[in-house]
């Protein structure tokens, strides 16, 4: 049965996430974002606020929340600033989750319980300087040496980069041409930092997301010990895919956040400034633009509470995922956009929020697959052209409550 009702437990979450974002984001992201700075407490309040592992089975030190709280936090961290929604996108749904549903349980017990309580953070590196949208691209190898595989390569655009603890990395342990085409010479390694030969550096002149960490990840001959391998030796494409399907979902729901906040900033504004003898607001384009966010933001959310509930089922979801993700990254462009324009001059300022929301909006169409990779993926869905095979697993089934 398909109800619109939020439960008493997803509402906490809810309140929680929006708590964080109005007292710890909202009053210092600007300063922050103008610094390019990254804020450590930010993660700690996180971890505090119980945000790092919520929807983790209460087994492996999480909650036991259902994906729709996901993505309910997911939309009020963005609310305040894009950088707080990254933490979750990449902690949680490109790694907690996966390791989660593919690990074996002593990585569970050594790499994700820690993480779901929050005491460590874990991100996500599969892209690479000379590959992106096209994964079976990247060159980081995993040599299987006794029971190490000796790790070289480098990843590159990897957000929380510079900071976390833990990393899941996708590296080729069979160069075989024929598996290279069949990605089964792909595989998935859980890397600490503390490893040694592990390097890591962060990017500085970002277009947008500028309070949050991106950066590289160099390994030299980094020994991986052999049970880090998650999954089997060759299913490294499989989980990475799963790892989008997981991420892709928290930047849908993180991106309506955005159009909600575009539109917010929009009302309160359009009341207050005049032209022509009356407030904005009752100028007919700009009563267009607004319309046109807050159509954005009901859809969007309907598209991402769909996945949601297809999550919560244990139903394959890639294509309403990807759905989601490029319908509610198209509209937070539009709607950051417009919301410059209903500032007019004081939008092109940092005066005013909507023009770091008009930068953040840009990135989400370019990470986790980008407008064209979901473009071509809808496309393909309708013509036939693809068809998802079933997973030997699948995200743990949560009760929707
Ligand atoms: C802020 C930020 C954070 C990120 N965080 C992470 C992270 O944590 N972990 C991680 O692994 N990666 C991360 N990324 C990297 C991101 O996932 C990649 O940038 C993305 O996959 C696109 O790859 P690319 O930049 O190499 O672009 P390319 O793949 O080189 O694409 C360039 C252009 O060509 C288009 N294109 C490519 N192939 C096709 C095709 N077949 N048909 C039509 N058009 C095509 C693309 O759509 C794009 O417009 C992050 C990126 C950013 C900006």
Redesign the pocket.
Known sequence: MISFELTDSQLEVQRMARELTAKRIIPNIAEQDRAQEYNPQLIKDMAKADLLGFCLPEKYGGLGMDYISLGLASEELEYGDTSAR?VLS?HIG?YCLPVCTWGNEAQKEKYLVPCAKGEKLA?????EPA????AIGIQTTAVKKGDKYILNGE?M????ADVADYFIVFAWHDLDKKKARDHSGLSAFIVEREFAGVTTSTIHG?L??RA?N?GSIAFTDVEVPAENLVGNEGEGFKIAMFCLDQGRYTVAAGSTGLIKACRDACVKYSHERETFGTPIANHQLVKQMIANMEAGYEFSRLLWLKAGWKKNLGEPNTRETSMAKWIACREAEKAAAEAVQVHGAYGFSDEYPVERFYRNSK?AS????????HT?MQADYVLGLRKDKPLRVHLPIVEQG
């Open positions: 990254v990449v490109l991100t996500f590196g599969l892209t590959a992106g949208s096209d990843k655009w990897i957000s929380l970002k947008g997301v949050g991106t990135g370019i990470y986790e697959g980008t407008r064209e990779v071509l």
